[in-house]
């Protein structure tokens, strides 16, 4: 896994920067009942979509992330309102939060046990009848089928523990039903043969070596393509939404 305290000072440039933080936003705001006063953004990042969630009149928001260098950044957008934090085990009482969204973080989890203590930790901090918002399906949004996608297709895969199929599972084991669901357009994230050069050597493809036989072979396949500057399509991002029993 990349270390986001390190990749925070370009985070935001190499995702899409406010175009993509303003469509995240405006999909998670889309799915919260008019009723949410209060919500926790867990693993926040650098705070520009949970700047812009905290933007909604009425909406008390408060960020949480476990990169040190990620949350600085979060609290100079929204002072006041940010924790450092391990999404495992969330630093609020039960029952604390309106509402929680999770944009981004469980694509990244270990595997179905880690993602099962984080979706527990956020019903824990849900009150009854609250809203949980969360991003599923993050790496096969990515595949958008052009040809980028073609010369990538023979790397190895790691098993996505964010699948909407999984994801309603465990949400159902504590105490989520689902309430709906909602896609919006990851701005400024399409690939181009070049800039997936550079994510193969900086380490973005987790089961590839960077300096490996499989990245180089890769690489000269993508230096083979056309317009090497230009970016394929962006991909779209899909969010689920559940409802906590009570």
């Known amino acids: 896994m990349l270390d986001y305290s390190k990749e925070a000072d370009r985070y935001d440039a190499s995702r899409g920067g406010e175009p993509r933080a303003a469509a995240a ?10 009723d949410t006063a209060s919500l ?12 812009r969630l ?3 009149q009425g909406l008390r928001v408060t960020g949480v992330d ?12 929204v002072p006041g309102a940010v924790v450092l934090g391990d999404s495992r085990r969330l ?35 849900l009150r009854p009848g609250g809203t949980l918002v969360t991003t599923v399906d993050k790496a096969a949004s990515h595949d958008v089928g052009s040809d980028i996608d073609a010369v990538l297709a023979p790397r190895p895969i790691r098993p996505a523990v964010d699948r909407a199929e999984s994801v309603g599972a465990i949400a159902a084991a504590h105490g989520l039903v689902p309430a709906g669901q909602a896609r919006f ?9 070049r800039s997936t050069v550079d994510d193969l050597h900086r380490g973005w493809f987790t089961r590839i070596a960077p300096d490996g036989p499989l990245a ?11 317009d090497q500057e230009v970016p394929r399509p962006d991909p779209w991002f899909t969010l689920r939404s559940f409802r906590k029993r009570g």
Do not use: I, K, N
Not at 66 to 77: P, V
Not at 185 to 193: I, K, N, T, Y
Not at 216 to 226: C, F, S, T, V, Y
């Open 66 to 77: 476990a990169a040190y260098r990620m949350a600085r950044m979060a609290a100079d957008r």
């Open 91 to 125: 630093p609020f009482p039960d029952g604390a939060f309106d509402a929680v969204s999770t944009v981004w973080l469980l694509h990244l989890l270990s595997g179905e046990e880690e993602t099962s203590s984080v979706v527990a930790e956020c019903a824990r901090v």
């Open 185 to 193: 357009r990851g701005h400024g994230q399409g690939r181009s043969p």
């Open 40 to 51: 926790l953004d867990v693993a926040c990042g650098t705070g520009l979509v949970t700047r």
């Open 216 to 226: 180089a072979r890769l690489a000269a396949g993508l230096a083979e393509l056309p």
């Open 54 to 56: 905290a933007a909604r």
């Open 25 to 34: 936003a405006d999909a998670v705001l889309g799915l919260l009942p008019p």
